[in-house]
């Protein structure tokens, strides 16, 4: 029996299932997991997905409704937690990625745990661990689930979609080193079922608001900078340049991917400024630009190597700074 049939059994004795993920949730986390909640329910089983927070406007149209969000429903959460006898991690490696309320909740259910997940540095808190790093994205390994557990005749659409969402945002649709000749024949697996791939695309790309366009010209025009020396592009935005454009959860995304896009760059990073706290997003290119090691030595993150985040308590100002002094030890003339 390997691993995908384990999981499988331990899904079919189970009467009360919670699917988790990480915080800011971003496509992957809710495509694995509204990918595994539809293979459960086609497997006649039930499930509840449990996460600490929303999901960006722009990721409406997959389906969230069946998401119960800890920011929301506390009291919901806690009692699926309470009466959980199954409880999957999807697409986090360690149980402070949800945060300091699921956090509590997960470490204190006595319950199977089974975490799926493609990053580095897996912590030893699941009863059962699929941990593939060189996996494209968790929803690869939920696609991979439904096909080697034998159970490949209930992939469908309906199941096929959010797992296609998934794996093509952690992939920059395709871009990514983690891509394999395995990704692309699950891909085409997926296509062979109905799913609507040109449908997807125009659902993530083209429902801009006219303040997130104008937040990102704003980011580009104004605040970008280049340190010519390493091709390293800094975005900082500070919580009152967000909210002069309306920031929504989701608008800032692809900034990072958007400076990176400069020929001849190695590495972008945005930093926005929100509750005192600021977010870094890394981004970069080739495997001589790791930014993982970067954003776990300074700012209390970690990642892929061509994709990481981190965060900082200091200002905007102080950030930019302090990049402007460790950049040189991670990337050459």
């Known amino acids: 029996m390997n691993i995908y049939e384990q999981i499988v059994s331990e899904i079919r004795s189970a009467k009360h299932i919670v699917i988790t993920s990480h915080k800011s949730p971003d496509g992957d986390s809710i495509g694995s997991s509204l990918g595994l909640l539809r293979f459960i329910e086609k497997l006649g089983h039930s499930a509840v997905v449990c996460h600490p927070d929303g999901a960006p406007d722009f990721l409406e ?112 649709s395709f871009r990514f080193p983690a891509v394999q000749p395995r990704t692309h024949e699950l891909i085409a697996n997926l296509l062979a079922e109905g799913v609507e791939h040109h449908l997807i695309h125009e659902a993530l790309n083209d429902n801009n608001t006219a303040s997130r366009l104008r937040l990102q010209g704003f980011a580009m025009a104004e605040k970008l900078e280049i340190l010519e020396d390493y091709k390293v592009a800094l975005i900082p935005l500070t919580k009152e340049e967000l909210a002069k454009y309306n920031y929504k959860k989701g608008d ?82």
């Open 61 to 172: 149209w997959v389906g969230l409704d069946p998401i119960l969000l800890m920011t929301d429903q506390p009291a919901e959460v806690t009692n699926a937690f309470e009466k959980a006898d199954l409880i999957f991690c999807l697409d986090y490696n360690g149980t402070d990625r949800i945060g300091p309320d699921m956090q509590a909740l997960l470490e204190a259910a006595t319950c199977k745990k089974i975490m799926i997940d493609h990053h580095l540095h897996p912590q030893d808190f699941a009863t059962l661990m699929v941990s593939e790093t060189s996996s494209s994205s968790t929803a690869q390994l939920i696609a991979e689930l439904v096909m080697q557990s034998g159970h490949e005749e209930l992939l469908d659409a309906h199941i096929g979609t959010p797992l296609y969402l998934g794996i093509l945002t952690d992939t920059g």
């Open 252 to 333: 800032t995304d692809s900034l990072a991917n958007l400076a990176l896009s400069i020929k001849g760059m190695k590495a972008a990073i945005l930093m926005s400024e929100k509750d005192g706290i600021v977010k870094l997003s890394f981004r970069s290119k080739g495997d001589d630009n790791p930014v993982n090691t970067l954003a776990a030595e300074h700012f209390d993150g970690g990642g892929h190597a061509n994709a990481a985040g981190g965060m900082s308590k200091a200002s905007v100002e102080e950030v930019v700074e302090q990049l402007k002094q460790v950049i040189p030890d991670y990337f050459s003339k």
